[in-house]
């Protein structure tokens, strides 16, 4: 396993921003995938952004195309979701996870979860 920890969950307005950090307890060598996912009370756990560790490349959810960035930052073991435009329905739990099996990345079927930061906009 994995160990994340995610921190930057914080109460904002609509309209403003918030960074997300998931610090790795060890290197991204044995991810293929690490990922930012994100349940509201109520609704299914859902991919926001995914980002391939070996490429950067990137897929981001519709609902947040154009408005999150998914980047990473090996030599810190740390991925980050830099959220601008903050909405009222991006209120959720938000997750880092990462994946080392093989198979789509934007997907839940991740190996090892955080334990989540809590996200809230206000309108």
């Known amino acids: 396993q994995v160990p994340l920890v995610e921190s930057g969950g914080d109460s904002v307005q609509a309209g403003g921003s918030l960074r997300l950090s998931c610090a790795a307890a060890r290197s991204a060598n044995s991810r293929r995938c690490m990922g930012w996912f994100r349940q509201a009370p109520g609704r299914q756990r859902e991919a926001v952004a995914v980002?391939?560790?070996?490429?950067?490349?990137?897929i981001y959810a519709d609902s947040v195309k154009g408005r999150f960035t998914i980047s990473q930052d090996n030599t810190k073991n740390t991925v980050y979701l830099q959220m601008n435009s903050l909405k009222p329905e991006d209120t959720a739990m938000y997750y880092c996870?990462?994946?080392?099996?093989?198979?789509?990345?934007?997907?839940?079927?991740?190996?090892?979860w955080g334990r989540g930061t809590q996200v809230t906009v206000s309108s």
């Open positions: 996870a990462a994946k080392s099996t093989l198979g789509y990345c934007f997907t839940l079927d991740f190996d090892d």
């Open positions: 980002i391939y560790t070996s490429t950067g490349s990137t």
